[in-house]
């Protein structure tokens, strides 16, 4: 594996009365998809937040292609080069495709904005992902989910990133949609960016990503090479072996002969 573009060490955050991070560890490479796991109340979105300048870590050191670096704010990361895709995408339905890619940052001429420019480089990016629209001018309201997704994605990339983390980026997609994704993710991995990849889907991890970083109750609890993993230990050290409810089962069993009421 190449030297990490994005490396974590020691990352502690607390709200509070709650730790919701204790001395966590990441590492990113380019051209890798790293899966971060865990159940509900791990830390995975709290971690993505102090990458991406949100909730800025209370400790531990964050560096930047080995290089040290303090994020303390949403600018601080995008200068770096961390892109961020949250579930609720930010998108504005009752623009196209070409504003809601330059939303923010739209391309102008003499204090006029220039369409032309703005068509050219949209169709140039989505050209580039192996993307399919029915027109760039159409409402981003009348897109499918999945298409929906890819556009965030697209319009994170407009800013030339060398890590991009999306948050849970085919919950409530359909198959076929799921399938869209999926395939962009690759796309990203094969040009050579770090993704971090939030999912509770197994099928998805196991389908795009290199690694699986765990998270359990805001700890590191394991760090596997996904396709030398089976899904068992994956699953294992998400629920955490004396808490898995079918290890209780088991054990119950094997001591009664017939499951507990």
């Not at 929906?148 to 949609?177: F, N, W, Y």
């Amino acid at each position: 594996m190449s030297k990490p573009v994005l490396e974590l060490s020691g990352i502690s955050k607390r709200f509070g009365a709650v730790q919701a991070l204790s001395e966590v560890d990441l590492q990113v490479a380019p051209g890798e998809v790293v899966a971060l796991l865990g159940d509900n109340g791990a830390g995975k979105s709290t971690l993505v937040k102090v990458i991406a300048g949100v909730n800025p870590a209370d400790s531990g050191t964050i560096k930047w292609e080995n290089h040290p670096v303090t994020i303390s704010k949403p600018g601080d990361a995008q200068r770096l080069g961390i892109a961020t895709i949250y579930q609720d995408l930010a998108l504005c339905d009752n623009l196209d495709i070409v504003a809601n890619l330059f939303l923010g940052s739209e391309r102008t001429v003499l204090g006029t904005l220039d369409e032309l420019e703005m068509e050219r480089r949209a169709q140039t990016l989505l050209d580039s992902l192996s993307v399919k629209m029915p027109s760039l001018r159409v409402p981003v309201a009348s897109l499918s989910g999945g298409q929906r997704q890819i556009i965030a994605i697209a319009r994170s990339l407009l800013g030339d990133p060398k890590v991009v983390m999306l948050d849970e980026p085919t919950a409530a997609l359909g198959v076929a949609q799921t399938a869209q994704v999926l395939d962009l993710i690759e796309r990203l991995r094969d040009q050579g960016l770090g993704v971090v990849l939030i999912s509770h889907n197994m099928a998805d991890v196991r389908a795009v990503a290199d690694r699986a970083a765990v998270l359990r109750l805001g700890r590191n609890a394991g760090d596997f090479p996904v396709q030398e993993t089976s899904y068992e230990e994956i699953v294992a050290a998400i629920t955490g072996a004396a808490d898995n409810p079918v290890a209780r089962r088991s054990g119950r069993v094997s001591v009664s002969g017939t499951e507990e009421e």
